[in-house]
Protein backbone atom coordinates (compact mmCIF):
# COMPACT_ATOMS: atom_id res chain seq x y z
CA UNK A 1 0.00 0.00 0.00
CA UNK A 2 1.44 3.35 -0.77
CA UNK A 3 2.25 5.72 2.21
CA UNK A 4 0.65 8.89 3.38
CA UNK A 5 1.51 12.19 2.29
CA UNK A 6 4.14 13.99 4.36
CA UNK A 7 2.19 16.98 5.29
CA UNK A 8 2.77 19.02 8.35
CA UNK A 9 1.62 21.80 10.71
CA UNK A 10 3.36 23.80 13.30
CA UNK A 11 2.42 23.97 17.09
CA UNK A 12 -0.64 21.25 18.85
CA UNK A 13 -2.46 21.27 14.96
CA UNK A 14 -1.46 17.62 14.52
CA UNK A 15 -2.28 16.61 17.78
CA UNK A 16 -6.29 17.76 17.72
CA UNK A 17 -6.23 16.69 13.70
CA UNK A 18 -5.61 13.17 15.82
CA UNK A 19 -8.35 13.45 18.41
CA UNK A 20 -10.89 14.36 15.62
CA UNK A 21 -9.48 10.84 13.87
CA UNK A 22 -10.19 9.06 17.06
CA UNK A 23 -13.57 11.14 17.02
CA UNK A 24 -14.29 9.50 13.31
CA UNK A 25 -13.02 6.19 14.10
CA UNK A 26 -15.37 5.52 16.97
CA UNK A 27 -18.25 6.69 14.85
CA UNK A 28 -17.36 4.17 11.93
CA UNK A 29 -17.25 1.30 15.14
CA UNK A 30 -20.59 2.29 15.97
CA UNK A 31 -21.98 2.12 12.69
CA UNK A 32 -20.98 -0.98 12.02
CA UNK A 33 -22.87 -3.07 14.30
CA UNK A 34 -19.98 -3.93 17.06
CA UNK A 35 -22.62 -5.27 19.41
CA UNK A 36 -23.36 -8.53 17.20
CA UNK A 37 -19.47 -9.89 17.87
CA UNK A 38 -17.87 -11.34 20.75
CA UNK A 39 -14.00 -11.01 20.92
CA UNK A 40 -12.25 -14.67 21.87
CA UNK A 41 -8.65 -13.03 22.81
CA UNK A 42 -6.92 -16.99 22.13
CA UNK A 43 -8.14 -17.14 18.76
CA UNK A 44 -5.20 -16.06 15.77
CA UNK A 45 -5.24 -12.43 14.62
CA UNK A 46 -4.98 -11.02 11.21
CA UNK A 47 -4.01 -7.46 9.78
CA UNK A 48 -5.70 -5.43 7.07
CA UNK A 49 -4.22 -2.37 5.42
CA UNK A 50 -5.86 0.40 3.94
CA UNK A 51 -4.07 3.74 2.71
CA UNK A 52 -4.07 5.51 6.22
CA UNK A 53 -4.92 2.68 8.69
CA UNK A 54 -3.67 -0.91 9.63
CA UNK A 55 -5.93 -2.83 11.82
CA UNK A 56 -5.40 -5.94 13.91
CA UNK A 57 -7.72 -7.83 14.67
CA UNK A 58 -8.73 -11.28 15.81
CA UNK A 59 -10.50 -13.90 12.47
CA UNK A 60 -14.04 -13.73 14.01
CA UNK A 61 -13.81 -10.17 13.29
CA UNK A 62 -13.11 -10.10 10.41
CA UNK A 63 -15.55 -9.44 8.62
CA UNK A 64 -16.56 -6.55 10.77
CA UNK A 65 -13.24 -4.61 11.01
CA UNK A 66 -12.98 -4.72 7.47
CA UNK A 67 -15.97 -2.81 6.98
CA UNK A 68 -14.40 -0.62 9.47
CA UNK A 69 -11.56 -0.26 8.00
CA UNK A 70 -12.75 1.02 4.67
CA UNK A 71 -15.61 3.81 6.18
CA UNK A 72 -12.55 5.01 8.41
CA UNK A 73 -10.36 4.86 5.17
CA UNK A 74 -12.74 7.02 3.33
CA UNK A 75 -13.74 9.25 6.34
CA UNK A 76 -9.85 9.65 7.13
CA UNK A 77 -9.09 11.17 3.75
CA UNK A 78 -12.14 13.46 3.48
CA UNK A 79 -11.01 15.28 6.80
CA UNK A 80 -7.42 15.18 5.41
CA UNK A 81 -8.28 17.14 2.43
CA UNK A 82 -10.12 19.73 4.19
CA UNK A 83 -7.61 20.43 6.78
CA UNK A 84 -4.82 20.02 4.69
CA UNK A 85 -2.95 17.72 7.15
CA UNK A 86 -2.21 13.84 6.96
CA UNK A 87 0.22 11.66 9.18
CA UNK A 88 3.15 10.42 7.92
CA UNK A 89 2.34 7.39 8.98
CA UNK A 90 -0.50 4.49 8.76
CA UNK A 91 -2.25 4.61 12.21
CA UNK A 92 -1.87 1.34 13.93
CA UNK A 93 -5.30 -0.37 15.18
CA UNK A 94 -5.65 -3.09 17.60
CA UNK A 95 -8.96 -4.48 18.06
CA UNK A 96 -9.71 -6.11 20.97
CA UNK A 97 -12.71 -4.38 21.92
CA UNK A 98 -15.33 -3.44 19.07
CA UNK A 99 -16.73 -0.82 22.26
CA UNK A 100 -13.56 0.48 23.09
CA UNK A 101 -11.00 0.65 20.04
CA UNK A 102 -9.83 3.85 20.21
CA UNK A 103 -9.05 3.36 24.09
CA UNK A 104 -5.37 3.24 23.96
CA UNK A 105 -4.71 0.81 21.41
CA UNK A 106 -4.21 3.27 18.43
CA UNK A 107 -1.54 5.25 17.78
CA UNK A 108 -0.84 7.88 15.20
CA UNK A 109 2.62 8.24 13.80
CA UNK A 110 3.04 12.04 12.86
CA UNK A 111 6.40 13.57 11.92
CA UNK A 112 8.50 13.08 14.99
CA UNK A 113 7.17 15.42 18.21
CA UNK A 114 9.82 17.06 20.19
CA UNK A 115 9.61 16.81 23.97
CA UNK A 116 10.90 19.51 25.94
CA UNK A 117 13.07 18.55 28.82
CA UNK A 118 14.03 20.97 31.95
CA UNK A 119 17.08 18.95 33.59
CA UNK A 120 19.66 19.53 36.16
CA UNK A 121 22.79 21.13 34.76
CA UNK A 122 25.01 17.92 35.50
CA UNK A 123 22.94 15.88 33.06
CA UNK A 124 23.68 17.70 30.01
CA UNK A 125 26.49 15.06 28.22
CA UNK A 126 24.74 13.15 29.25
CA UNK A 127 20.93 13.46 28.33
CA UNK A 128 22.25 15.13 25.04
CA UNK A 129 23.85 11.96 24.29
CA UNK A 130 20.82 9.38 24.88
CA UNK A 131 18.92 11.82 23.17
CA UNK A 132 20.55 10.56 19.41
CA UNK A 133 19.25 7.26 20.49
CA UNK A 134 15.78 8.35 21.62
CA UNK A 135 13.74 7.35 18.81
CA UNK A 136 10.20 8.14 19.87
CA UNK A 137 10.55 11.99 20.01
CA UNK A 138 12.88 14.70 19.02
CA UNK A 139 14.12 16.17 22.37
CA UNK A 140 14.70 20.17 23.27
CA UNK A 141 16.55 20.37 26.78
CA UNK A 142 16.91 23.71 28.64
CA UNK A 143 20.13 22.96 31.39
CA UNK A 144 19.99 25.08 34.56
CA UNK A 145 20.26 24.62 38.33
CA UNK A 146 17.45 22.06 39.33
CA UNK A 147 16.31 24.72 41.61
CA UNK A 148 15.72 27.07 39.08
CA UNK A 149 14.07 24.91 36.79
CA UNK A 150 11.54 24.03 39.78
CA UNK A 151 10.73 27.59 40.40
CA UNK A 152 10.24 28.05 36.39
CA UNK A 153 7.65 25.50 36.89
CA UNK A 154 6.46 27.24 39.88
CA UNK A 155 5.89 30.53 37.78
CA UNK A 156 4.06 28.44 35.19
CA UNK A 157 6.96 27.14 32.51
CA UNK A 158 5.40 23.89 31.44
CA UNK A 159 7.99 21.25 29.64
CA UNK A 160 6.85 17.86 29.40
CA UNK A 161 9.23 16.26 31.39
CA UNK A 162 11.09 18.02 34.47
CA UNK A 163 14.75 16.08 35.95
CA UNK A 164 16.58 17.32 38.83
CA UNK A 165 19.59 16.56 40.36
CA UNK A 166 18.24 15.09 43.84
CA UNK A 167 14.48 14.07 44.52
CA UNK A 168 13.49 16.75 46.98
CA UNK A 169 12.20 19.26 44.52
CA UNK A 170 10.53 16.82 42.24
CA UNK A 171 8.55 15.84 45.15
CA UNK A 172 8.15 18.83 46.30
CA UNK A 173 6.37 19.80 43.20
CA UNK A 174 4.25 16.73 43.14
CA UNK A 175 3.10 17.70 46.73
CA UNK A 176 1.89 21.05 44.36
CA UNK A 177 -0.12 19.10 41.94
CA UNK A 178 2.07 20.54 39.35
CA UNK A 179 3.84 17.11 37.93
CA UNK A 180 2.88 13.68 38.04
CA UNK A 181 4.68 11.14 40.55
CA UNK A 182 8.66 11.51 40.47
CA UNK A 183 10.82 8.55 39.69
CA UNK A 184 14.31 8.27 40.96
CA UNK A 185 16.84 7.56 37.49
CA UNK A 186 20.17 7.71 38.35
CA UNK A 187 23.12 8.15 41.15
CA UNK A 188 26.02 10.06 40.93
CA UNK A 189 29.30 10.53 43.62
CA UNK A 190 30.68 13.83 44.48
CA UNK A 191 34.06 14.94 44.01
CA UNK A 192 36.46 17.36 44.86
CA UNK A 193 37.43 18.86 41.29
CA UNK A 194 40.56 20.04 40.46
CA UNK A 195 42.58 21.92 37.32
CA UNK A 196 44.47 18.91 35.47
CA UNK A 197 46.79 21.10 34.84
CA UNK A 198 46.97 23.07 38.16
CA UNK A 199 49.51 23.00 41.22
CA UNK A 200 48.70 20.34 42.75
CA UNK A 201 47.19 22.28 45.91
CA UNK A 202 44.09 20.16 46.62
CA UNK A 203 45.09 16.28 47.39
CA UNK A 204 42.69 15.61 49.42
CA UNK A 205 39.26 17.02 51.63
CA UNK A 206 41.96 17.95 53.95
CA UNK A 207 43.44 20.66 51.78
CA UNK A 208 40.58 22.30 50.98
CA UNK A 209 41.03 23.86 54.83
CA UNK A 210 43.95 25.36 54.07
CA UNK A 211 44.32 29.48 54.15
CA UNK A 212 44.97 30.64 51.06
CA UNK A 213 42.88 27.47 49.13
CA UNK A 214 39.84 29.05 47.22
CA UNK A 215 36.89 27.03 46.32
CA UNK A 216 33.85 27.22 44.15
CA UNK A 217 30.52 25.34 45.18
CA UNK A 218 26.97 25.33 44.32
CA UNK A 219 24.70 27.96 46.40
CA UNK A 220 22.44 26.33 49.07
CA UNK A 221 19.42 25.98 47.53
CA UNK A 222 21.04 24.14 44.40
CA UNK A 223 21.49 20.08 44.68
CA UNK A 224 24.95 20.19 44.15
CA UNK A 225 25.33 23.10 46.83
CA UNK A 226 23.14 21.22 49.29
CA UNK A 227 25.01 17.92 49.08
CA UNK A 228 28.39 19.59 49.80
CA UNK A 229 27.03 21.19 52.72
CA UNK A 230 26.26 18.01 53.94
CA UNK A 231 29.68 16.81 53.50
CA UNK A 232 30.91 19.24 55.12
CA UNK A 233 28.80 19.39 58.22
CA UNK A 234 29.92 16.03 58.85
CA UNK A 235 33.47 17.83 59.65
CA UNK A 236 34.83 18.50 62.99
CA UNK A 237 33.41 22.52 63.31
CA UNK A 238 36.50 23.69 63.05
CA UNK A 239 37.24 22.04 59.57
CA UNK A 240 33.92 22.66 58.23
CA UNK A 241 34.15 26.37 59.37
CA UNK A 242 37.57 26.97 57.45
CA UNK A 243 36.82 25.55 54.53
CA UNK A 244 33.43 27.19 54.37
CA UNK A 245 35.57 30.66 54.27
CA UNK A 246 38.00 29.30 51.52
CA UNK A 247 34.16 29.17 49.33
CA UNK A 248 35.02 32.22 46.69
CA UNK A 249 32.34 31.81 44.90
CA UNK A 250 28.68 30.18 44.96
CA UNK A 251 27.19 28.94 41.46
CA UNK A 252 23.76 28.74 40.39
CA UNK A 253 24.73 25.33 39.13
CA UNK A 254 27.41 22.47 38.90
CA UNK A 255 27.95 23.80 35.34
CA UNK A 256 29.40 26.99 37.24
CA UNK A 257 31.47 25.31 39.63
CA UNK A 258 32.87 23.50 36.51
CA UNK A 259 33.66 26.44 34.74
CA UNK A 260 35.49 28.22 37.26
CA UNK A 261 37.76 25.48 38.49
CA UNK A 262 38.24 24.42 34.32
CA UNK A 263 39.26 28.21 33.99
CA UNK A 264 41.76 28.18 36.86
CA UNK A 265 39.78 31.04 38.61
CA UNK A 266 39.71 28.68 41.43
CA UNK A 267 41.98 26.24 43.18
CA UNK A 268 39.02 23.65 43.53
CA UNK A 269 35.47 22.87 43.24
CA UNK A 270 32.36 20.45 44.54
CA UNK A 271 30.90 18.76 41.74
CA UNK A 272 29.74 15.08 40.81
CA UNK A 273 32.00 12.67 39.04
CA UNK A 274 30.20 13.04 35.59
CA UNK A 275 31.13 16.42 35.01
CA UNK A 276 34.74 15.84 35.67
CA UNK A 277 34.87 12.17 33.38
CA UNK A 278 32.45 14.80 30.62
CA UNK A 279 35.29 17.55 30.70
CA UNK A 280 37.66 16.48 27.91
CA UNK A 281 40.48 15.88 30.29
CA UNK A 282 40.39 19.52 31.62
CA UNK A 283 40.00 18.25 35.15
CA UNK A 284 40.72 15.59 37.58
CA UNK A 285 38.83 14.30 40.68
CA UNK A 286 40.03 13.92 44.25
CA UNK A 287 37.83 11.61 46.11
CA UNK A 288 35.65 12.23 49.32
CA UNK A 289 35.92 9.54 52.05
CA UNK A 290 32.88 6.91 51.89
CA UNK A 291 31.89 7.79 55.31
CA UNK A 292 31.31 11.62 54.14
CA UNK A 293 29.35 10.83 51.14
CA UNK A 294 26.29 11.69 50.37
CA UNK A 295 23.05 9.93 48.85
CA UNK A 296 23.12 11.49 45.31
CA UNK A 297 19.76 10.12 43.51
CA UNK A 298 18.36 12.06 40.46
CA UNK A 299 14.51 12.46 39.98
CA UNK A 300 12.05 12.83 36.80
CA UNK A 301 8.72 13.17 36.30
CA UNK A 302 6.74 14.61 33.80
CA UNK A 303 5.16 18.01 34.44
CA UNK A 304 1.14 18.18 34.44
CA UNK A 305 -0.33 20.32 32.02
CA UNK A 306 2.22 20.29 29.23
CA UNK A 307 1.64 22.79 26.43
CA UNK A 308 3.29 20.87 23.49
CA UNK A 309 1.32 17.10 23.27
CA UNK A 310 4.14 15.88 22.69
CA UNK A 311 3.67 12.93 24.87
CA UNK A 312 -0.04 11.29 23.44
CA UNK A 313 0.58 8.21 23.52
CA UNK A 314 3.38 7.15 25.94
CA UNK A 315 2.90 6.52 29.72
CA UNK A 316 4.03 9.18 32.12
CA UNK A 317 6.37 7.07 33.96
CA UNK A 318 7.91 5.55 30.64
CA UNK A 319 8.62 8.87 29.48
CA UNK A 320 10.56 9.88 32.29
CA UNK A 321 12.63 6.91 32.85
CA UNK A 322 12.95 6.89 29.51
CA UNK A 323 14.74 9.85 29.13
CA UNK A 324 16.95 9.16 32.07
CA UNK A 325 18.58 6.60 31.58
Known amino acids: MGS ?62 RAVAARADAIDSAVARVVGFAPSRKTQVVVDDPFNIANGSAWTYLDKPTIKVSAAASLKNAFEAYAKDFDAANVSYSFAGSDELAAQIKAGARPDVYAAANTKLPDQLYSEGLVEKPVPFATNTLVIAVPADGNGKVKSLDDLAQPGVTIAAGSE ?13 KLPPAQEQAILDNIKSNEPDVAGVVGKVSQGAVDAGFVYITDVKGASGKLESVSIPSNLQ ?11 DHVTGALIGLPAESVAMALAV
Request: aromatic share 12%.
Open 4 to 65: DPKLTRTGGFPVLFHCLRVSLLVAAVARSGAAQYVVRSWLPWRTVETHRFAFHYPVELEEWT
Open 221 to 233: TVPVGSYTRKVLA
Open 294 to 304: PSVVYGAAVVK
